[in-house]
């Protein structure tokens, strides 16, 4: 899809006559079936008019040009793709060229970002040459036209044509030097650099017959991407397969082979509970999949576990790490393999309050993942779901994929990799938090695996800060019983979690603007070293695991001892949408400190803000706690 297709003098004569705006605004709403924001139709007319004066100047009047091209299987769209002939070598050629309207901007934290004034607030946003540069490697890795011998070559850039480089620009600091050799930042006082890069890559001409190319072209990951993504897992030690890990990677691997040769659909469940091992089977079939040149996408529903996944297959190979809603209207089978992990995560529909009507879905989100991909894996734990949206269950799964005739089969992992290897520790907070019957009703502090009741805030901090000294992970976690501010005006943290004189900040909320230096996004919490320095909550912590947690428990859900059983109370919840939930908001929450609870691999360290719960607890424990 795009909104424009033309040639340089086209687009001149377009900008030129004050139509490009007005043609690409009814273009949108064809595709869209509503109006662009009066901010992006500015934004055209103005970028647009930019570009093409410097088309002019360079006189490269008859080349092909492609504006608002989407990028396959997402959103994003390329602001402009312009088109011709290498200087010297005579091959096709293609220039993505990024559009900004940017007057200044300052430094950020992040190691790819900046901050700029955007969306009515100054926030932290990539660096030109590292968003350009990513939609060049997205396209080339994911486009036929730019894949094999005969393939097109690819250029980007970036032209910010308001902007005036100061001293010490933040854009042009040592920390972006290699991106911004690699793809340029022209500012306005750079415009013969800026034709100068055009015409070296461009100067013939081709009448728009390399955008026809583009516009003709398929998406397909290309073998290099497939190779890299392989590479980065594989070498990975943390990824091995051990007893009924093994039967089932060997099961999907065999299921992925039939697909491709067009013999069956199949749908595979593995059920297994926390520690149990499904991700890294997931992510041992992503690596190995990928190697065998089969187009395998790793999904799930978590922005947090999906970023720290993209992290550790680098910024290139997060082009097979998406989210569940990335299907809405894509082709049958164009998925080799859908490696779908916490899918108990899958919600109704992947529409939302900003999908147009026009544009909405009318699959299922669970019926959109079956449709895409020949073969699909479900890594599922019915225990974790913790928000009302989310309604995957192993039940629900297996009747979808028979509605499409899948051929489905389930296994479930017991081996526990977690806390210790322990079993019992997971059954008893199982067992304890009523969430599931289990043998394990009392627990044996004997145990390999550290549990703890911890007094005080201040004293479960600094248990973890101890593990920390000696090379461990830690994460400290919370139930959602405070509120969330967004960031100070300074990037800084409000101290929302308040218990007495101990206060400290949640993680960064997401899409949260401006964040100071040595504060990770919250997609990033998890992984980045500079969590430890925040409270994360259940929506930032599911799905990881770390040496030790430390967990808040609130008084969202407290023990009853007149009914000897457990209570929730709304009031002490700032979750707005799992109080939502009507009478499920019970097993919402005890999902929630399962979640939560479940987090460490070798230890877990509690605060009970509720003596009832901790005695509760503390009735359900033998020996004496260790010192």
């Known amino acids: 899809m795009r909104l424009y297709s033309g040639t340089t003098k086209s687009l001149i004569d377009d900008s030129t006559c004050n139509r490009i705006s007005y043609k690409l605004k009814d273009a949108f709403f064809n595709e869209f079936r509503y109006q662009p924001s009066v901010g992006e139709v500015n934004s055209w007319n103005n970028s647009l008019r930019a570009i093409s004066q410097v088309f002019q100047a360079a006189s490269l009047l008859d080349h092909g040009v492609l504006l608002e091209l ?215 079939l992503l690596g190995d999949l990928s190697e065998a040149g089969l187009n ?30 990335s299907y809405m209207g894509s082709d049958v089978d164009v998925i080799d393999v859908m490696i779908a992990d916490e899918a108990h995560r899958i919600r109704e529909t992947s529409n939302n309050r900003f999908t147009p009507k026009v544009k909405q879905s009318k699959l299922p989100q669970i019926q959109e993942l079956l449709k895409a991909s020949r073969t699909s894996v479900f890594f599922i734990d019915d225990n974790q779901i913790v928000r009302p949206g989310e309604i995957g269950s192993t039940a629900y799964i297996k009747a979808e994929a028979e509605k499409v005739h899948c051929e489905v089969t389930e296994f479930e992992l017991e081996a526990q990799f977690r806390c210790a290897g322990s079993d019992a520790f997971i059954g008893w907070i199982n067992n304890t938090l009523g969430i599931q019957r289990t043998p394990h009703v009392m627990w044996n502090q004997a145990d390999e695996f550290e549990f703890r009741i911890i007094p005080t805030p201040n004293m479960l901090e600094d248990t973890l800060k101890e593990r920390l000294s000696k090379n461990s992970t830690a994460r400290l976690v919370a139930g959602f019983c405070w509120p969330w501010s967004d960031p100070k005006s300074d990037g800084t943290l409000a101290d929302d979690v308040v218990l007495g004189e101990y ?120 020996h004496t706690e260790k010192s």
């Open 70 to 284: 989407q990028l396959p299987l997402t959103s994003k769209r390329l602001d402009c793709l312009v088109t011709g002939y290498d200087h010297k070598k005579g091959g096709p050629n293609a220039v993505i060229i990024e559009l900004k309207q940017w007057s200044g901007c300052k430094g950020a934290s992040g190691k790819n970002e900046v901050a700029t004034f955007v969306g009515g607030n100054v926030r932290d946003v990539l660096h030109p040459s590292v968003q350009v540069g990513q939609y060049m490697m997205y396209m080339t890795d994911c486009h036929t036209a730019f894949q094999g011998e005969n393939g097109i070559s690819a250029h980007a850039c970036s032209y910010l044509h308001n902007y005036s480089a100061t001293k010490d620009d933040p854009l042009f600091v040592p920390q972006f030097k290699e991106q911004v050799d690699r793809f340029p930042v022209f500012t306005a006082d750079h415009v013969s650099e800026l034709t100068a890069f055009l015409d070296e890559r461009i100067h013939g001409s081709d009448g728009g017959s390399i955008t026809a190319m583009v516009e003709q072209s398929k998406y397909r990951p290309s073998k290099k991407l497939l190779d890299h993504v392989a590479k980065l897992i594989k070498g990975k030690p943390e990824y091995v397969l051990l007893d009924e890990q093994l039967v089932v990677y060997d099961k999907v691997v065999e299921a992925a082979k039939r697909g491709v040769k067009g013999k069956s659909k199949t749908a595979i469940i593995v059920k297994g509970g926390p520690g149990t091992g499904k991700s890294v089977i997931a992510m041992n």
């Open 503 to 622: 206060t400290r900040p949640w993680n960064a909320k997401s899409d949260s603007g401006h964040l100071a230096v040595g504060i990770p996004k919250e997609s990033l919490w998890a992984y980045d070293s500079g969590g430890v320095n925040q409270i994360g909550c259940v929506y930032t912590a599911q799905g990881f695991e770390f040496d030790y947690v430390g967990v808040i428990f609130g008084n969202d859900l407290v023990y009853s001892p007149d009914k000897a059983d457990w209570a929730s109370d709304k009031t002490k919840s700032f979750d707005a949408v799992v109080k939502r939930s009507g009478d499920r908001f019970v097993q919402m929450v005890k999902n929630t400190y399962r979640v939560l609870l479940t987090r460490g691999m070798k230890g877990c360290f509690v605060h009970f803000m509720d003596k009832n719960t901790e005695n509760f607890f503390r009735s359900r424990m033998e």
């Open 296 to 325: 395998a996408h790793y999904v799930t529903g978590s922005r947090a576990f999906t970023s720290t996944i993209r992290e550790i297959v680098g910024n290139r190979g997060a082009a097979q790490v998406r989210y569940f809603n």
